[in-house]
């Protein structure tokens, strides 16, 4: 089993930046994948950023590349998400994800491809 906790969710302005923490425990010898995904109101959950734990690779959805960075921190057990220039449609619950399957570039950033999810953290950006 894997636990997922997030923090660092806020109230900021557009333009402003945060940076979201997920503490990882459990089974993290078996993770392959680790990640965020967004889900606002009325909406589907969306991918925003997955990194595969065992090297540097990193998968991005086209809305937030370039403004936001998914890190790791093996020593800490921890995955980050820096988001820079935030934007009101940006406002939404952020989850941390992982999973042990590979997965195929198609499918990276699907939600149904994740079997572990925190409890998420609210990121509200105002105009």
């Known amino acids: 089993q894997v636990q997922l906790v997030e923090s660092g969710g806020g109230s900021v302005q557009a333009g402003a930046s945060l940076r979201l923490s997920c503490a990882v425990s459990g089974s993290i010898y078996s993770i392959n994948y680790m990640g965020w995904f967004r889900q606002a109101p009325g909406k589907q959950r969306e991918g925003v950023a997955v990194k595969y734990r065992r090297g540097s690779s990193t998968y991005y959805n086209s809305f937030v590349k370039g403004r936001f960075t998914i890190s790791q921190d093996n020593a800490k057990n921890t995955v980050y998400l820096q988001m820079n220039s935030l934007k009101p449609e940006d406002t939404a619950m952020y989850y941390c994800?992982?999973?042990?399957?590979?997965?195929?570039?198609?499918?990276?950033?699907?939600?149904?491809?994740?079997?572990?999810w925190g409890q998420g953290t609210q990121v509200t950006v105002s105009a």
């Open positions: 994800t992982a999973d042990l399957n590979l997965k195929t570039l198609e499918r990276v950033l699907s939600p149904n491809e994740y079997n572990y």
